[in-house]
């Protein structure tokens, strides 16, 4: 049984019928033009599904139990609408203007946030620092009564889209890698301008973008809090930021073992449904198996995380094991679709391109096996049986 209160199942019901009648009829002229119309925002804005832990004085319900947006991720990986990511907006970003953001800086942004007229984006990667955030090369200067912001940002999602974009830049000592500043560039900043949408192997209806800063002028209250401790607040969000991704690979798990199981159900081969071969049935029994166990897990973590207990370590790995996990069970799908799995007309199609990103961000595997193997020989170490 797993625990949601009934707000949050009415919640659910009402952001089902919303998918429904807003975003799923949609998507495939989305997935075609190669960004989703950002009139989404606003009607999802309208209907309280923006931003839900935000205060109800910015216009959200102030409800900041990440179940809220748990359920959000279920019900779009349900309809098919996965490359619109509103989490992205309202839980991966939003939350920076809540934790760092001055009193001004929430009053100023948050209420079109929640409303969707202001859609967020956060720009950190660029070509020569991905999961090393301290080879970055954009630097902010401060000149005074302004900051100075240079260089480009690759690989931003809600790229096009983005009205409000938090950069990460390195500021002060040069010296010293982690001296990072975090800045609010607003869409119409001069010197401020985006690269094409860029093409990629998956999720094609999300935007993602080049962006580029030359000589831009950010004044001074548009940088959240301190601007040498940007590297630290970036550090405090990977936590959430790995249990949302992990929530996502989970879904499209799920998702993909029962479109495998439907498709072997009805496809027949030397006389007989796929179902019914033995190969099949291990495959997907062992598939089953793995996915109930690696979902109580996750939803153990999300009560940690609720509880303020959700460890670093503890992120890295559950997002290791549902990212490998998503992995194996859409490869799966494939497979066993045969030569139907790799027609685009075939969700499963899909569902495996969009997966692949899924071991690269929010830190790739290696990246996850590092920051585990690193707690596993420390001295916080502590046994099992201990």
Not at 174 to 182: E, G, K, P, V
Not at 273 to 280: L, V
Request: proline share 3%.
């Amino acid at each position: 049984m797993r625990n949601f209160t009934d707000e949050q199942s009415s919640f659910r019901a009402s952001f089902r019928r919303f998918l429904e009648r807003e975003v799923a009829p949609n998507m495939e002229s989305y997935r075609n033009d190669g960004i989703v119309d950002r009139e989404i925002y606003r009607k999802a804005g309208k209907n309280g599904f923006l931003l839900i832990w935000a205060d109800e004085d910015f216009g959200g319900i102030g409800d900041s139990d990440f179940r809220y947006e748990q359920i959000i991720m279920e019900e779009v990986a349900r309809a098919d609408c996965g490359e619109w990511f509103p989490t992205l907006h309202s839980r991966m970003v939003g939350p920076y203007l809540k934790r760092f953001g001055s009193s001004e800086q929430q009053e100023r942004f948050l209420p079109k946030c929640v409303s969707g007229e202001s859609i967020l984006a956060i720009a950190m990667t660029e070509p020569d620092a991905g999961s090393d955030l301290s080879g970055m090369r954009t630097t902010v200067e401060d000149k005074g009564d302004h900051f100075l912001l240079n260089g480009s940002k690759i690989y931003i999602s809600n790229g096009i889209n983005a009205d409000l974009v938090i950069v990460a830049a390195k500021s002060g000592d040069t010296d010293n890698r982690h001296s990072m500043a975090l800045l609010c560039v607003e869409r119409d900043m001069e010197g401020f301008r985006r690269g094409r949408n860029l093409e990629k192997m998956g999720l094609v209806a999300q935007d993602t973008a080049e962006l580029f800063f030359d000589n831009v002028k950010v004044p001074k209250e548009n940088v959240l809090s301190d601007p040498t401790e940007g590297f630290q607040y970036l550090m405090q969000g990977l936590v959430e930021e790995r249990l949302i991704g992990s929530v996502s690979y989970m879904c499209n798990a799920h998702r993909a073992f029962d479109l495998t199981r439907s498709y072997v159900m009805d496809r027949k081969a030397f006389g007989k449904r796929i179902a019914d071969m033995q190969n099949t049935q291990f495959k997907l029994a062992e598939l089953h198996a793995q996915l109930q166990a690696v979902q109580c897990y996750l939803d153990h973590c999300v009560a940690k995380h609720n509880a303020g207990d959700l460890s670093p370590p503890e992120a890295a790995a559950l997002k290791l094991v549902t990212s490998e996990l998503e992995w194996r069970v859409v490869d799966e799908g494939v497979q066993l679709h045969g030569g139907a799995g790799y027609m685009r007309e075939f969700e499963i199609c899909r569902r495996f391109t969009d997966a692949r990103i899924n071991r690269i961000l929010a830190g790739s595997s290696e990246i996850m096996k590092l920051i585990i193997g690193r707690d596993i020989f420390s001295d916080n170490y502590q046994p099992f049986l201990g």
